[in-house]
């Protein structure tokens, strides 16, 4: 776009006759239509967003887990006392 | 290389990114230097205890401290990597490869932060094959985790590991290959554009690609979305629960049986097994009479005559352009425990220098010579399949190796008629005569034996220079 509006001004320098209208067309299309384009993109933000949404999700999963390991570690320390004895 | 005059140190070329140090070469040997600002994580690494376990484990590469050696200085510390047989890269790996290679990231991502450290980063060419196990081997990788904030590697984790591995499993085995062109990993959104419709429906793959590359392109000019990420504070287990997630997304990753042309390659060949165990036996006398330490087999397949390098003491990497043949091979030496390194490559368009100035990843010529090359099977291929003059083959194995064992086929074998069959002979020169009057440019013919009950013929060279 920025190199567009460059040639633009260029363009008023020189002898309007000389430009075909066909390319005055084109150029005016594509300076309408054109979506605007940004040097800098930040791919980070959206990263972390979605990266904070999934892992809220599978905490839940997660502590449901470590708790069922937790309990499962008690009763298995029970029973091996209770064979032990 | 990058040479630097001031200490006569050689910097490895692909080491520039990290401020926090970088490998160099001094007489030839492996070094690395953490600069003042990587000294702090590095004594984390080292004093908390984590360093000795994932050394004890395997999972990270061990080191000797150098503080002593004459080029180390106040404000750095250098320490001494034990040095790896060989650098591959993840676009040279089969899918269980790189799937390994994500699965040992995130057991280390969550050794890590039971030590209150966090990986910084989560390239996949920070792991490497080593006696036919993934290892990770930057030690520069870690730092200090502090709670509430969030896995800075998340998104290299997904291009890196992630996008290839479901683009290969629910794409295309060839996709591997695609990392080539995309060095730091697949562009999500690419990876969400070429994976099919059905992957919406996956969970793993919806949330991890489909839905992260939605949120990249939906916040990357928002100033509402700098807002909402300020706020987030990840707690220990919601880092816990992503690294769990991933485990499960890269768990849930399977490759479907494939079938390719070279994937039974072994039972499908044209030898009587009188032919076959003479070959082996020759490739054996071959082998031992060289010793070679290092070894390349080009072509080879599933490996199997790899194994004879291998069992007679050499490290052997065994070369193949079929990503399911490299699959089989990859999964076989694992079960059995066998060291051989079973890498992708097309040898009509092999590796080239990638990266930075062309020089952060390295051509398969570049990370040569070896002591020997064996191309066992290969040469109709390249001459007639592929058109490439037997000069031209003699001349670029020349520049891989010292040795050569080679077999060459004539074209009464019913592999090559085969080939022969659908297009014009235009092969002139393709005889035994032409063969060795090629060869003979850039090598010495050490030894010559037809191979039993077949039209085959194993030579054994070393190149002139």
Known sequence: MVSLQINLREDKKMNRNTIPEILVIVMLVTVIFVEPTYAYLDPVTGSIIIQSLIAGIAVVGYIIKKRWYQLKNIFSKKKDDNDGK | ?465
């Open chain 2, 1 to 465: 290389m990058m040479a630097n005059s001031k200490k006569d140190i050689q910097q490895l070329s692909s080491s520039f990114r990290d401020p926090e140090g970088f490998l160099f070469r001094k007489n030839g040997i492996l070094y690395r230097k953490i600069n003042q600002v990587g000294i702090k994580n590095y004594k984390i690494l080292m004093s908390s205890g984590l360093y000795d376990n994932l050394t004890k484990k395997e999972y990270l590469v061990s080191h000797e401290d150098v503080q002593s050696a004459d080029f180390t200085d106040h404000c750095s510390i250098v320490i001494k990597p034990r040095e790896l047989d060989f650098v591959s890269y993840p676009y040279e790996w089969c899918f269980s490869q790189l799937k390994d290679a994500a699965l040992l990231t995130l057991k280390i991502m969550r050794e890590s932060i039971s030590y209150g450290i966090i990986l910084k980063d989560a390239s996949a060419y920070n792991i490497q094959f080593q006696d036919g196990k993934p290892l990770f081997i930057d030690t520069g990788s870690f730092e200090e985790y502090f709670e509430g904030s969030v896995w800075k590697g998340y998104n290299q984790f997904c291009r890196h590991f992630l996008a290839p591995l479901s683009l290969i499993a629910m794409g295309d085995v060839r996709l591997c290959t695609l990392s080539k062109q995309h060095i730091d990993g697949i562009p999500l959104d690419f990876a969400s554009k070429l994976l099919p419709l059905s992957s919406w429906l996956k969970y793993s793959i919806f949330a991890h690609i489909h839905l992260h590359a939605k949120a990249q392109k939906r916040f990357e000019h928002s100033k509402d979305g700098i807002k909402r990420k300020n706020k987030i504070n990840m707690s220990r287990n919601k880092i816990l629960g992503l690294i769990d997630s991933l485990v499960s997304a890269i768990n849930s990753i399977n490759l479907k049986e494939i079938k390719t042309e070279w994937c039974d390659y072994y039972n499908n060949t044209n030898y009587s097994d009188i032919g076959f165990k003479h070959k082996s036996e020759l490739i054996e006398k071959f082998i031992t009479k060289i010793n070679p330490k290092t070894v390349w087999d080009l072509g080879g397949n599933n490996g199997y005559f790899s194994q004879i390098a291998i069992n007679c003491g050499a490290s052997v990497i065994c070369w193949d352009i079929d990503p399911v043949a490299v699959e089989k091979n990859y999964r076989n030496s694992k079960m059995t425990q066998c060291k051989i390194l079973p890498l992708l490559i097309d040898l009509t368009n092999p590796s080239p220098n990638l990266g930075w100035a062309h020089k952060e990843r390295l051509s398969l010529q570049d990370r040569g010579p070896v002591d020997m090359i064996m191309a066992l099977g290969l040469i109709h291929h390249l001459a007639i399949s592929n058109n490439v003059p037997l000069v031209a083959i003699a001349e670029y194995f020349s520049k891989l190796s010292k040795f050569l064992i080679i077999e060459f086929i004539a074209k009464n074998d019913s592999k090559i008629e085969y080939l022969l069959s659908t297009r014009e002979d235009i092969f002139n020169d393709y005889h035994i005569d032409g063969f060795i009057k090629a060869f003979n440019l850039y090598y010495d013919e050490i030894d010559r034996i037809n191979i039993n009950d077949t039209s085959r013929t194993l030579f054994l060279m070393s190149a002139k220079k």
